[in-house]
């Protein structure tokens, strides 16, 4: 393998485990940082790290010519964005491509065919891929045709958006005409692009990916689902994989899904395809396609053994993929939940602020994916993940008494945190009973804090 030099281009925990798995592959690697982050424990591990700019994001992590012209400067032949920031960027992809630094994801068009959930869902709709009834519509009018066709209850999704924004419920009729003004103002502001489109509500719906890697040799795999059920406000919680609520039949209708999506691109890199599953119709719709590395890639480690960063950096290096699909088995169970400094008793509030015991739990089957470490300053400028605590069991029963478990012996002081709340959750007889759908953690905070 040619000698390669990775700029890793994002903070957090993302940062150390891209980082790590350079290390344990021998490449040598640059970090590069906001001055707000120049202490972290990224830059402890990074080989250099050079300051992208000051700590507003929009000036350091989002700076696409920032960014590219540290890769350059540093000697950098390839740069891996993480999650978040400007892992979805086509712009990134293709500056890269013109200074000769591999991208270490999809291709630039890619990333713009799936940045579109419009295309993106007029491709699945193509290939036969099972969809939600919904559409465009480009006038009010067209929109209450359309909602009166498919019936409501109707969300109205961004095309271009993200993380529950540009997104809005629609219960009733009335209700239309100022949700679809609202999701298109939102669209607007927060993505450039203010086109919306509208999808039939699944209100008891289970939230399931598939994780999906190809190389440049035409070699794509899929290495089984994930389940996402426990969000609040579209924001995933606790992931778990595999999914044990699908029959065989859905199982291998969704994984057959996904890779018609992916061979159909010529995929390259990792990417997770999304549905909702209904219930009660016992249905599988195509929701989108992320094209990254996921916050919950190592529930999917854990139970196939595949490092996928690692076979993402080879991938990017012009390596085969060192396993076809036949190889990929799914063993056990595991369950992530993602640690945050947040105060669950304040409405979810930021609690940024200097980490005085950060003692993660020393017990079997557990993995602990951090930044952080006794003494640091957690800042409040970013977002307010601190870790993922994933835990592996030999079923699902095992995996949540072991989470149980290493979440009563996970010891934090300094910012408030969301430990409480994950404690009550996987202490819930719902998720024992695996009986959770998208909106059940939003019922439950109300029934803890009205009673």
Partial sequence: MTAHRVFVANRGEIAVRILDACARLGVET???????????????????????????????????????????????????????????????????????IIFIGPTAEQLEALGDKLRARELAASLGVPLAPGGEADTLAEAQALAEQ???????????GGGGR??????????????????SSEAESAFGDGTVFLERYIRDAKHIEVQVIGDTHGHRVHLGERECSVQRRYQKVIEEAPC??????????????????????DYISLGTVEFLYDVQRERLSF?????????????????????????????AFGEQLSFAQADVTVSGHAIECRITAQ?????FQPSPGRVIRWRPPATGGIRVDSHIYEGYLFPPYYDALMGKLIAFGNDRDDA???????????????????????????????FAANTVTTHWLEGMIKEAVHG
């Fill in 150 to 160: 498919i019936g409501y209850p109707v969300l109205i999704k961004a095309a271009h």
């Fill in 166 to 183: 540009g997104m809005k419920l629609v219960e009733a009729s009335e209700e239309l005409e100022h949700a679809w003004s609202v999701a």
């Fill in 400 to 430: 949540v008494s072991r989470v149980q478990q290493a979440l009563a012996r996970f010891e934090i002081a300094g910012p408030r945190t969301n430990l409480p709340l994950l404690q009550a959750i996987t202490g819930h007889p719902d």
């Fill in 30 to 100: 640059v970090l590069g940082v906001s001055a707000a982050d120049v202490e972290t424990l990224g830059a402890r591990r990074a080989d250099r790290t050079v300051v992208l700019g000051p700590a507003r994001s929009t000036d350091s992590y989002l700076s696409i010519p920032a960014v590219v012209h540290a890769a350059v400067a540093t000697g950098c032949t390839a740069l891996h964005p993480g999650y978040g920031f400007l892992s979805e960027q086509p712009e990134l992809a293709r500056l890269c491509a013109e200074n000769g």
């Fill in 343 to 347: 105060d669950p008793d304040a409405d």
């Fill in 244 to 265: 044990a609520a699908l029959s065989a039949e859905n199982r291998r209708l969704l994984h057959e899904s996904a890779l018609r999506i992916a061979d159909a691109l």
């Fill in 287 to 315: 929701l989108e396609v992320n094209p990254r590395v996921q916050v919950e890639h190592p529930v999917t480690e854990a139970v196939t053994g595949v490092d996928l960063v690692r076979e993402q950096l080879l991938i």
